[in-house]
């Protein structure tokens, strides 16, 4: 006769092994950016369209999958007109607010934009405006040429920097070339931009 123990003991490597699949299964769905863009992005950027998407890993460790949503010509790096574009962050794990926007000021200053006192204000700003966010959570930047960067968290508004400047320094974190981010920087800008 096989004790309740027993019967547990037996039970769990296959438990564990269709609560990983079943885990699994539902972060691939939530991660697989669908071809209509979500209702907030639409209504920033009209007939928006998915550039490209990927994901960023540091350490090993999936940080967050990243969208580029952009309108019919594309987002074109090197281009002299600028476009309002759209950059989602769906994130894998628990991060602290505060703790994203050290990250994305370390990024800033790797770039070398902006001067110090400029990067001191910007910190100051995005701490006011990044919350902490948990798996699943999505953070959607928009790029408006020569006025600001919005920010949204799951699809409603959470605030604005309007300082072109600062728009550009940190849409540049993934975007431009010098980006630590190569492999993710490749990816989002897909076959629409001619990127080296």
Known sequence: MISSFSMRALCLPSCLSLLLAVTSMTVH???KPAGTPPA??????????????????WFGLHIYDASLWSSAEGYK??????????????YAR??????????SIEEIEKLKLGTAEKRERWLAQMKKIFPDVKQGTHITGIYIPNEAARFYLN?????EIHDAEFAQAFFAIWLDKKTTAQSLRTKLLGSKANAN
């Open 155 to 159: 699809g409603k508004l959470l605030g």
């Open 40 to 57: 907030h992005i639409s209504e920033e950027i009209p007939q928006a369209s998915l550039q490209g998407s990927g994901s960023f890993r």
């Open 29 to 31: 769905a939530e991660d």
């Open 77 to 90: 790096p090197d281009s002299d007109k600028q476009q309002k574009f759209a950059l989602d962050l769906a």
């Open 94 to 103: 628990n991060l602290y607010g505060g703790k994203i926007a050290d990250a």
